[in-house]
């Protein structure tokens, strides 16, 4: 790279590293659920892999990777074991690499309740800066709404609200050359989301300002097995997470190329009391179709029930 280059990377680099310190927590709207089948499989530690087009979801990064368009989608029922309400979450997105510019990501995430629903719009864009370092970025549009109560004996009613607003993400990833522990590669990632703090209220209040989140990690890569690591601040809540991912199969079919990995991981609270999840999961490839699998099994809501998370995917 050319000097300019360099001091260019490093300023990049340094700006994600500084704002990270700086970050701050509050409650707000639009907290981490856990998105995508496969990342959730391995405990959400994703910031460092980020090599599908789950990545605009952990780190936007990851998308500069990508050596085709990758089409994906996750649906899930949330919580199952609370009976009176249902809440539901979906996504999907699209990553095309463009030549010479980078690569384009699409997304829409969906939660929704039989009374309110928030939807977040992702622009996401990743491009290499060199052989070993990746930057990228999201910028999300962000909505809520709330229908209106109706009282069953007056039949009063308040209208709904909602609310819309934009948001920031940013995020580095870094390819260290180290053969450590019979690696054939490790990665580090680092993620920021919300860098603007948007207020989530109808009013701007500042106390429901959705607060600066912070995730960094590293990946151990060697012949099919991945291993990852990751710090994550969001939402008010610092977790550890980890998770592993194993390919157990990989060999042509009469359908064409075929593939099956097993996934374990999960996460542990570190800020408040007992808490976090346990993941387990797999994935099955058959040319270039995808379906992803994830289990979640809370540790503290248990009474909320653990939840199915799938996934599908086409490669183009």
């Not at 909602?162 to 522990?181: C, E, F, I, N």
């Not at 503290?300 to 996934?311: E, F, M």
Request: glycine letters at 14%; charged letters at 15%.
């Amino acid at each position: 790279m050319t000097p300019t280059r360099n001091r260019f990377v490093l300023a990049a680099v340094c700006a994600l590293i500084l704002l990270g310190l700086s970050a701050r927590s509050s409650p707000a709207a639009f907290v981490d659920i856990g998105l995508g089948a496969r990342p959730v499989g391995l405990g959400r530690a994703f910031v460092a892999l980020a090599d599908d087009a789950n990545a605009a979801l952990y780190n936007p990064a990851g998308l500069a990777g990508l050596k085709g368009t990758q089409l994906t989608s996750m649906y899930a029922r949330l919580y199952p074991g609370i009976a009176d309400d249902k809440l539901h979450a979906g996504y999907l997105g699209v990553a095309r690499p463009v030549s010479r510019i980078g690569t384009i990501g699409l997304g829409i995430t969906n939660l929704w309740a039989d009374l309110y629903g928030e939807n977040v719009f992702y622009f996401s864009y990743g491009r290499p800066v060199n052989d070993r370092i990746s930057l990228g970025a999201n910028l999300k549009l962000l909505r809520w709404s709330a229908e209106g109560y109706t009282d069953a004996e007056t039949g009063q009613s308040e209208s709904g609200l909602s609310w819309s607003g934009l948001a920031l993400d940013l995020g580095a990833l870094y390819h260290l050359r180290t053969g450590l522990l019979g690696a054939d590669g490790m990665q580090l990632g680092l993620a920021l989301f919300n860098i603007n703090q948007p207020s989530a209220s109808e009013n701007g209040s500042d106390d429901a300002k959705i607060p600066l989140g912070i995730e960094g990690g590293l990946v151990y890569l060697r012949d099919h097995l991945k291993l990852l690591l990751s710090y994550s601040r969001r939402d008010g809540k610092s977790r550890l997470h980890a998770g592993q991912e194993m390919e157990l199969w990989n060999q042509s079919s009469p359908l064409g190329m075929a593939s099956f990995s097993i996934r374990a991981g999960g996460f542990t609270l570190l800020s408040e009391g007992d808490g976090g999840e346990l993941d387990f999961g797999c994935g099955f490839t058959i040319r270039r179709a995808l379906i992803d699998y994830a289990y979640v099994y809370p540790l503290a809501l248990k009474g909320a029930g653990g939840c199915h998370k799938v996934s599908i995917g086409y490669g183009f």
